[in-house]
Each structure stands twice: as structure tokens, then as C-alpha cells.
């Protein structure tokens, strides 16, 4: 793919987009994703979109008590490293900064990020 392509498809019954933009991945339930709230955190290569939607089903599983709370994930490509923001929307009023040191948390968490990259070919 190239840097100018675009694209979005849509996966699985439940309706979860993909949108590509050149070195950009974004993993989210609606479009336009909108970050609310969101941390990032740097990776080294490995698969963008294995590693957007394991990062989603965590925070999903962390947030999941959060009313209104709709997750996206999005990944770049850049300077030989992945840079990724992980949070969403939220419909209503939440606690901004204790939700985003939660995301900041779950991204900087060792044991998952191994997961995360043995899922996503890290290093392959």
C-alpha cells in the first residue's frame, strides 16, 4: 500500500472499522473516531492491525464500567517504531484524567505488551 492510499473496511458482525491512511491505522467502532480521552505509548514494529485490536480488547475489558464508553486505537508507522494511541469517545460526563492514567496504565503494563507483541509478530 502507499503512503497516499486510503481505505476503510469493515470487520466482524459487530461493525468495527479499519481505516487506513498510508502509515496510519485506526481500529474503531465509529467513524470518525474521536478521542475523548486517550494515552500513547511507542512499540517497536510488529503487525498494526493485531496489535490495535489486542490493545482494544484490554482497554475495552479495563474500561468496560465506563457509561457511554466507545474505544478506538490508532497506529502509526514512523522513524522505524509504531507509535500508538489508544482511548475513544465517551457519551456523558467522566473522569478525564483518572480514564486516561487507566489507558496509560493498561499501554505500560509489561506482561501485556509481551502478549501483545507475541500476537502481533513482533520481531518476525
Same mark, same amino acid.
Given at each position: 500500500?502507499?503512503?497516499?492510499?486510503?481505505?476503510?473496511?469493515?470487520?466482524?458482525?459487530?461493525?468495527?472499522?479499519?481505516?487506513?491512511?498510508?502509515?496510519?491505522?485506526?481500529?474503531?467502532?465509529?467513524?470518525?473516531?474521536?478521542?475523548?480521552?486517550?494515552?500513547?505509548?511507542?512499540?517497536?514494529?510488529?503487525?498494526?492491525?493485531?496489535?490495535?485490536?489486542?490493545?482494544?480488547?484490554?482497554?475495552? $475489558? &479495563?474500561?468496560?464500567? #465506563?457509561? =457511554?464508553?466507545? /474505544?478506538?486505537?490508532?497506529?502509526? @508507522?514512523?522513524?522505524? %517504531? *509504531? +507509535?500508538? $494511541? &489508544?482511548?475513544?469517545? #465517551?457519551? =456523558?460526563?467522566? /473522569?478525564?484524567?483518572?480514564?486516561? @492514567?487507566?489507558?496509560? %496504565? *493498561? +499501554?505500560?503494563?509489561?506482561?501485556?505488551?509481551?502478549?501483545?507483541?507475541?500476537?502481533?509478530?513482533?520481531?518476525?
Amino acid at each position: 500500500m502507499h503512503e497516499t492510499d486510503h481505505s476503510i473496511r469493515t470487520t466482524g458482525p459487530r461493525g468495527w472499522h479499519v481505516l487506513r491512511e498510508g502509515a496510519t491505522l485506526t481500529l474503531a467502532r465509529h467513524l470518525p473516531a474521536r478521542f475523548d480521552i486517550g494515552a500513547e505509548a511507542a512499540f517497536p514494529p510488529m503487525g498494526r492491525l493485531r496489535l490495535a485490536q489486542q490493545v482494544r480488547q484490554d482497554m475495552w $475489558r &479495563a474500561l468496560r464500567d #465506563v457509561r =457511554g464508553f466507545s /474505544p478506538a486505537v490508532r497506529v502509526t @508507522a514512523q522513524d522505524g %517504531a *509504531l +507509535l500508538l $494511541r &489508544a482511548g475513544g469517545r #465517551v457519551a =456523558g460526563p467522566a /473522569p478525564k484524567a483518572v480514564l486516561e @492514567a487507566r489507558i496509560a %496504565a *493498561l +499501554l505500560a503494563d509489561p506482561e501485556k505488551r509481551a502478549r501483545w507483541a507475541r500476537f502481533a509478530g513482533a520481531g518476525a
